[in-house]
């Protein structure tokens, strides 16, 4: 696309000087700029197309203050993120690189999900939407495609260094070093700081060794399935879920900037994956995609973006902390989702056993997910917003110093 344009002007004109365009930096603050254009520019007009054709989202009295106000309010908007992440995309990043590919896939198919069960809601006036079963089932087939591309794609690779006495790591920049496949992955907070998964039981004999391997793909499935329903449950009250992913996405920006890039991953003594630096570009489009869709989202919000939306926003960041190889990270990272997601099973199960056990439901928060909560105690959702926005930026500090604290 655009890259390739602009490295052959590079080439035959030097328009550039040394070919700026072939720099992530330039690409993605390009990605970020367009990004936030079409959000804010599309997103307009897609509203007022969603109003003329009545895409309205239906609303349970669940006697929250201002709930019924919202009735009416178009839904669907997760198209604008959608259309905000692959255009840029599309046009500055290279897409013949294997993470870029599968950062494409797992959008448009949780987009997609997404999408249908939004349909079900609004045209076919079924509140339920697409049946749980069917989401789950999206969900761990784009787990499974993801795990088994990861594991047995050749070009996904991490750079190893030797050692004189024949041990490899993957830090150690001052070694020779060969770029192999392997499913080794980041332990926060810890000096030597490498797990292979491949190892997990090695102390159980080579058997079962071997086996081990295989539990890196429902693993995976775990991780995609959690992330993208923790963002869903938290797409609950106005540009809570928008602002917490765009917090996420500028962290993940980062790591993947560091880990793709030789000199800063020498640096900070972390593992160095060839060609993934090129996720800065997604990244960034993606943080463009959020903070832009916020100029409507942000209460009082003129769109929701519904499942299409939420779905897909969960889904990449579990894929791109996937492929950076900090997928332990995200129950720090991600902690907003987190809570949400406990809040829901904590009480639903709590519920129940009460039920059983004295014959009566009985409850743990006023009303779950956890921001309904505080909207129940009678907190204005614009502070509820801000202050989770507070800590996830507090979360996402805690993970971007375990680059160094170790």
């Not at 307009?44 to 197309?49: E, F, P």
């Not at 070093?177 to 700081?193: A, C, E, G, L, Q």
């Amino acid at each position: 696309m655009l890259y390739h344009l602009f490295t052959y002007l590079d080439r035959e004109f030097d328009l550039f000087g040394a070919g700026v365009f072939q720099y992530i930096s330039f690409r993605a603050g390009m990605a970020t700029l367009v990004s936030l254009l079409i959000a804010m520019i599309f997103g307009g007009r897609l509203i007022k197309v969603l109003q003329r054709k009545q895409v309205g989202e239906s609303i349970r009295d669940l006697g929250l203050e201002g709930q019924m106000q919202k009735k009416g309010t178009p839904t669907m908007g997760g198209l604008i993120i959608l259309l905000a992440i692959l255009v840029p995309v599309l046009l500055f990043a290279r897409l013949d690189n294997i993470y870029i590919q599968l950062m494409l896939f797992s959008t448009v198919w949780l987009g997609l999900i997404g999408f249908l069960d939004d349909y079900i809601k609004v045209f076919k006036k079924n509140k339920e939407g697409l049946a749980g079963r069917f989401k789950i089932l999206g969900q761990v087939g784009l787990g499974l495609i993801v795990g088994l591309t990861l594991y047995f794609n050749d070009d996904v690779v991490v750079r190893q260094y030797m050692f004189s006495d024949g041990s490899t790591s993957a830090v150690n920049a001052s070694s020779k070093f060969v770029d192999v496949h392997s499913m080794i992955t980041t332990i926060p907070f810890r000096k030597n700081n490498e797990l292979d998964y491949c190892n997990l039981f090695a102390f159980a004999g080579p058997l079962f060794q071997n086996w081990s391997c295989y539990l890196y793909i429902p693993f995976v499935i775990l991780v995609i399935t959690a992330v993208s329903n923790g963002a869903n449950l938290t797409d609950g009250i106005d540009g809570l879920a928008a602002g917490t992913s765009a917090i996420i996405g500028t962290t993940l920006a980062i790591f993947t900037y560091v880990s793709g890039n030789t000199i800063f991953a020498d640096y900070l003594d972390i593992m160095f994956i060839p060609n993934s630096g090129e996720l800065a570009i997604f990244c960034l489009a993606f943080v463009g995609a959020c903070v832009g869709f916020l100029w409507y989202n942000t209460y009082p919000a003129q769109v929701f973006m519904g499942d299409t939306g939420s779905l897909a926003i969960g889904g990449i960041i579990a894929v791109l902390a996937l492929i950076v190889r900090k997928e332990l990270l995200i129950p720090i990272l991600c902690g907003i989702f987190l809570v949400e997601s406990l809040s829901v099973m904590l009480q639903v199960s709590y519920f129940k056993y009460t039920r059983k056990k004295y014959g009566e439901g009985r409850r743990i928060f006023q009303m779950s997910p956890l921001h309904h909560h505080y909207q129940k105690l009678g907190y204005h959702e614009s502070k509820i917003v801000g202050r989770f926005w507070i800590v996830g930026i507090m979360l996402a500090i805690l993970t971007l110093a375990t680059l160094k604290l170790r």
